[in-house]
């Protein structure tokens, strides 16, 4: 005779996004990242490429092609006569 009660099916979506438990050997969870912290990472990557970028921009030397610096006489800064 076959059962009454079904065994209830999983669902199986996509949809329902994703997380990750960490656990120590002693199988004690340690931290649970979520969809919104894989968010937030890559967010600060972002930004922070966008930073290092900008940075590196503001940091390089500008070269002026001005006759002013070329025809000043250079001396040493302490100079003994």
């Not at 937030?40 to 500008?62: D, E, K, R, W, Y």
């Not at 002026?64 to 025809?71: G, L």
Request: negative net charge; aromatic residues 4%.
């Amino acid at each position: 005779m076959k059962s009454t009660h079904s065994q209830p099916r999983l669902d199986c979506s996509i949809e329902t996004g994703w997380t990750i438990h960490i656990y120590n050997r002693q199988r004690q969870l340690l931290c649970t990242l979520d969809p919104s912290h894989g968010w937030a990472v890559a967010t600060g990557m972002v930004i922070g490429l966008l930073l290092a970028v900008v940075g590196f921009n503001l940091s390089t030397p500008q070269i002026s092609n001005s006759p002013d610096n070329e025809s000043a006489p250079v001396t040493a800064p302490l100079q003994l006569d």
